[in-house]
T-cell receptor, first 111, second 118 residues
Framework: GNSVTQMEGPVTLSEEAFLTINCTYT??????LFWYVQYPGEGLQLLLK?????DKGSNKGFEATYRKETTSFHLEKGSVQVSDSAVYFC??????????FGTGTSLTVIP | GAVVSQHPSWVICKSGTSVKIECRSL??????MFWYRQFPKQSLMLMAT?????????EQGVEKDKFLINHASLTLSTLTVTSAHPEDSSFYIC??????????????FGPGTRLLVL
């Protein structure tokens, strides 16, 4: 079946620290992979995506590389800011089917 | 581009009443819209998939007679919570998949509707 496993949170970092949020997946077929971000009280915003193996998605300093050999799509940012505090969801979709979400990882960045 | 709106953004109602939530894709057409429910500090739970002009497909455990979904046009889907009870209080989020183009594999999410049933 299709599923996404995300690292447990919450994660607390100091400003300018390096961020990694791990995400691994299982999928039937060839999934597209996504990272969404949810700020308090809001819906989900697409952060980045990758549609095939070895693709790198990037946006706002965040990056994630689609690793088929390790079935992973880890989210990274070199220097986090207080404004990056949010909940991050990893997700996959196969052949335009429904999305499968991870449980979300809460990130808090302190000045 | 790819903006999805929801209305209302929050609603408080009495137990036993019905509440309608609208989901609109503002700058694209969507044959498929999705309705999710999110409990505090949890992930999204897919409730149903809504296809324009046809009946919605509900996930296992979701009561279709309680959560009525109508997808009347390529830009509008509605979720009606009938005879709402306090346990229906939650954050409801819709998403829409563009009908055409390279964005088709992506879902775009609305800002959510917070429902509180007293």
């Amino acid at each position: 079946g299709n599923s996404v496993t995300q690292m447990e949170g919450p994660v607390t970092l100091s400003e300018e620290a390096f961020l990694t949020i791990n995400c691994t997946y299982t999928a039937t077929g060839y999934p597209s992979l996504f990272w969404y971000v949810q700020y308090p009280g809001e819906g989900l915003q697409l952060l980045l995506k990758a549609t095939k193996a070895d693709d790198k998605g990037s946006n706002k300093g965040f990056e994630a590389t689609y690793r088929k050999e390790t079935t992973s799509f880890h989210l990274e940012k070199g220097s986090v800011q207080v404004s990056d505090s949010a909940v991050y969801f990893c997700a996959l979709s196969v052949y335009l089917s429904q999305f499968y979400f991870g449980t979300g990882t809460s990130l808090t960045v302190i000045p | 581009g790819a903006v999805v709106s929801q209305h209302p953004s929050w609603v408080i109602c009495k137990s036993g009443t019905s509440v309608k939530i609208e989901c609109r894709s503002l700058d694209f057409q969507a044959t498929t819209m999705f309705w999710y429910r999110q409990f505090p500090k949890q992930s999204l739970m897919l409730m149903a998939t809504s296809n324009e002009g046809s009946k919605a497909t509900y996930e296992q455990g979701v009561e279709k007679d309680k959560f009525l979904i109508n997808h009347a046009s390529l830009t509008l889907s509605t979720l009606t919570v009938t005879s709402a009870h306090p346990e229906d209080s939650s954050f409801y989020i819709c998403s829409a998949r563009p009908i055409l183009g390279t964005r088709q594999e992506t879902q775009y999410f609305g800002p959510g509707t917070r429902l509180l049933v007293l």
